[in-house]
């Protein structure tokens, strides 16, 4: 059960778009369209913001998009905004009810 | 609105047991295909999924390998409400506990976290 692996950081300007990777394995996100993000502010407690690879739930904005590829899945911002700046996790089901995390991506918006 | 409260003590000595409780409102531990999960979070662990409970026709409990060994995760109906013990902690252990409802393979609600410190 290893971490999966995000890049511990990523920035974009105000309105542009950026992507976060999330790579796993065959065993977890290659093997499953289980991947979901969440976004933290610091202090605060993680939320929700895409589900099963691509499910946005309600309340989240449509600038936040997901998708996956083989043992890497990804999350892009597009239209970035100040409020945006927060840091990023992602995470998959492994199988045998076993979930597994990202280290996490610190998003900066310059 | 399903809402998450966790309770339980901010400091535990080294070797002893940690205790989380949190309990259910506007849901039910016993709602199909939901499990109810608990979650670590420190600086040098980052996020670290630590085990679920969930009900399919008995209580069935599953814990990341590496806790499985001294973890205990209790579902009491009676109280809608699910706890976490941990046994034999170290420093190691130290970190924000979350627990979390989880459907879809993600975890749409959280608890609000409780910082636990093991020190002596």
């Known amino acids: 059960q290893s971490a999966l692996t995000q890049p511990p950081s990523a920035s974009g300007s105000p309105g542009q778009s950026v992507t976060i990777s999330c790579t796993g394995t065959?065993?977890?996100?290659?093997?499953?369209?289980?991947v979901s993000w969440y976004q933290q502010y610091p202090g605060k407690v993680p939320k929700l913001m895409i589900s099963e690879v691509t499910e946005r739930p309600s309340g989240v904005p449509d600038r936040f998009s997901g998708s996956k590829s083989g043992n890497t899945a990804s999350l892009t911002v597009s239209g970035l905004q100040a409020e945006d700046e927060a840091d990023y996790y992602c995470?998959?089901?492994?199988?045998?009810?076993?979930?597994?995390f990202g280290g996490g991506t610190k998003l900066t918006v310059l | 609105q399903v809402q998450l409260l966790q309770s339980g003590p901010g400091l535990v000595k080294p070797s002893q047991t940690l205790s989380l409780s949190c309990a259910i409102f506007?849901?039910?531990?016993?709602?199909?295909?939901?499990?109810w999960h608990w979650i670590r979070q420190s600086p040098s662990r980052g996020l670290e999924w630590l085990g679920r409970t969930h009900y399919k026709s008995r209580w069935d409990v599953s814990c990341a390998t590496s806790v499985k060994s001294r973890m205990t995760i209790n579902a009491d109906t009676s109280k809608d409400q699910f706890s976490l013990q941990l046994d034999s902690v170290t420093p190691e252990d130290t970190a924000v506990y979350y627990c979390?409802?989880?459907?879809?393979?993600?975890?749409?609600?959280w608890g609000q976290g409780i910082l636990v410190t093991v020190s002596s």
């Open positions: 506007g849901d039910s531990l016993s709602t199909r295909h939901i499990g």
């Open positions: 065959s065993s977890d996100v290659g093997a499953y369209n289980y």
């Open positions: 979390a409802r989880g459907s879809a393979y993600s975890f749409g609600f």
């Open positions: 995470s998959s089901y492994a199988g045998s009810d076993i979930w597994v």
